[in-house]
């Protein structure tokens, strides 16, 4: 089985940066990706990596190393509204299905 | 241009019933998956439906299925409802074919309380 594991809970500042780790076991690989969930609200997607390297996408940044299987969401200038969960997310090997990390709560502090 | 649609919104049933969850995919997206998110989870995979077929099935008991229709939507049913069964219904749209992963679409998910 495939299985994701990321921190439950991040506290932060507002301006600052923080990253949010994600480690994973896969019988294969199709790329990690990331989403963002507000308290009652829908998963957003935010980035995807199918090779090791850096993904920007504004504020965002998404890193992958595969030879670790790690990686990490990094978001820069901290703002109130980045106070959400975080899931990493792999889709299972030879199947058409999405596994989700359990979350990260990030908490932006003002 | 809308994104994907779930309705109802919340819903409360009594143990033993059974509940029907709808869903409209994205204007373009061919593709339905639907989660189950219990509070404070990931999202878990419950099926995914491509061409009105179930494609992909997940570790839920039968009492769990699904239907797609020609336009794309898709209907959740689960019968004989449990308490374990309380929590948010996620449905995602993708397209089938994309030279990029945009990764899912997904809606603002149905709130199924089960007393």
């Known amino acids: 089985g495939q299985s994701l594991e990321q921190p439950s809970e991040v506290t932060a500042v507002e301006g600052a940066i923080v990253q949010i780790n994600c480690t994973y076991q896969?019988?294969?690989?199709?790329?990690l990706s990331w989403y963002q969930q507000h308290d009652g609200g829908a998963p957003t997607f935010l980035s995807y990596n199918a090779l090791d390297g850096l993904e920007e996408t504004g504020r965002f940044s998404s890193f992958l190393s595969r030879s670790d299987s790690y990686g990490y969401l990094l978001l820069q200038e901290l703002q109130m509204k980045d106070s959400a969960s975080y899931f990493c997310?792999?889709?299972?090997?030879?199947?058409?299905?999405?596994?989700f990390g359990t979350g990260t709560r990030l908490k932006v502090l003002a | 241009d809308a994104g994907v649609t779930q309705s109802p919104t919340h819903l409360i049933k009594t143990r033993g019933q059974q509940v029907t969850l709808r869903c409209s995919p994205k204007s373009g997206h061919d593709t339905v998956s639907w989660y189950q998110q219990a509070l404070g989870q990931g999202p878990q995979f419950i099926f995914q439906y491509y061409e009105e077929e179930e494609r992909q099935r997940g570790n839920f008991p039968d009492r769990f299925s699904g239907h797609q229709f020609p336009n794309y939507s898709s209907e959740l049913n689960v019968n004989a409802l449990l308490l374990g069964d309380s929590a948010l219904y996620l449905c995602a749209s993708s397209p089938t074919l994309e030279r990029r992963n945009y990764g899912y679409t997904f809606g603002s998910g149905t709130r199924l309380t089960v007393v």
């Open positions: 997310a792999v889709r299972d090997s030879g199947t058409y299905k999405y596994i």
């Open positions: 896969t019988s294969g690989f199709y790329g």
